[in-house]
């Protein structure tokens, strides 16, 4: 984020859970302890961000610091905001820490992420499209069903993730000069899944913990300089050759 920021790009930040949890933080804030949500979120005052987006209300307004820091961000030029649905109501830059963005997936909020995806690529973009943004997109809630092992909660959180990630694809093939890349910091639950029916829609999965797992993580690149990531095109090549042969 620092980086992009020299570069005169702008840069947002959005996570389907805590804006002040260990990995969006990373993208906003330096320092060596995770929960010391005081010193991290007053550096936002640093003015890095353009946007910032998810839950987390009680790390801004209950403090050991005493601090006022919604007003302190408001003076220094934020439009500090509860709901995600008006990121654009007000040009310039947006803190928005929206409670909703802290709930589980379910059937009525799936699109959330997704809509947070589509209103954080227009915030970017204002008065300044041609220079480009960078945005980090979390999938929070992935890492909370893997601990709890609960599979409906992993598929869920996944198809939301999923529905983020087809905005920020579509958007790149507008664009064209966007590369979109899709990993994770860890895997969680040791996830497998064992049988399963595509006629009815039937999943049976099992976890082999309740913690991080040693697992290899892929990483999905998509876009200019795609070419660049270990084993993309070689993986392309594969899928493309099967193709061919069930076309055969």
Known sequence: SDWFHDMGKKVGVVTLGNAVDATPTAFYAHYTERDSADVLTA????GHLDLLCGSGMEQFTVRHDGRDLISDLEKAGYNFISDSYKINDRKGKVI?????MGDAADQANLSLLAD???????????????????????????????HSR?????????LSFDMAIREAVKFADRNGETLV?????????GLMIVDGDERTGRVMG???????????????????????FNGVYQNWEIARRIRSLTRK
């Open 43 to 46: 550096q936002l005052l640093d």
């Open 96 to 100: 928005c820490i929206d409670e909703k």
């Open 116 to 146: 947070a995806t589509n209103a954080a690529i227009t915030k970017l973009q204002e008065d300044n499209a041609r220079n480009g943004f960078f945005l980090f997109i979390e999938g929070a809630k992935i890492d909370y069903a893997g």
């Open 150 to 158: 609960c599979l409906p909660g992993s598929v869920i959180e996944m």
């Open 181 to 189: 890349i899709v990993t994770a910091d860890h895997e969680t639950g």
């Open 206 to 228: 099992i976890y082999n913990s309740d913690d991080h797992m040693p697992v290899m993580l892929p990483v999905f690149a998509y876009g200019p300089g795609s070419q660049n």
